[in-house]
Nanobody
Framework: QLQLVESGGGSVQPGGSLRLSCSSS????????VDWFRKAPGKETEGIAC???????DYRDSVKGRFTISRDNAKNTVYLQMDDFKPEDAAVYHC???????????????????????WGQGTQVTVSS
């Protein structure tokens, strides 16, 4: 079965940290550019980070300096390290993959949801106090 599965969601206090994981099964994730998208209640889906097959990374301005995307190709896994969590970061987080024929990725501008080869089911991240 060809799929992406996210894990690591949960409740985070403002200023806290959480690490999300995105793992592939049935295909080699190293050959794909990977994005993280999020959908907050009442808000449009937005891309927040991506990592290319080249290893380049890109981030939406609102998370720069707080979130870090990385990949462990041996584990077919991409991570999103979320630090200094803010209430507005609460959302369902999805990872998505597209075959990396272009090795450098760019976070989609605005709130468009571009075509991807695979989408994960999403993992929910909530804010706690």
């Amino acid at each position: 079965q060809l799929q992406l599965v996210e894990s690591g969601g949960g409740s985070v206090q403002p200023g806290g940290s959480l690490r999300l994981s995105c793992s592939s099964s049935g295909f080699t994730l190293a050959s794909y550019n990977v994005d993280w998208f999020r959908k907050a209640p009442g808000k449009e889906t937005e891309g927040i980070a991506c990592i290319g097959t080249s290893g380049n990374t890109d981030y939406r301005d609102s998370v720069k300096g707080r979130f870090t995307i990385s990949r462990d190709n041996a584990k077919n896994t991409v991570y999103l390290q979320m630090d200094d969590f803010k209430p507005e970061d609460a959302a369902v987080y999805h990872c998505a993959a597209i075959r990396g024929f272009q090795p450098r990725c760019v976070v989609p501008e605005g709130n468009s949801v571009p075509l991807r080869d695979y989408w994960g089911q999403g993992t929910q991240v909530t804010v706690s106090s």
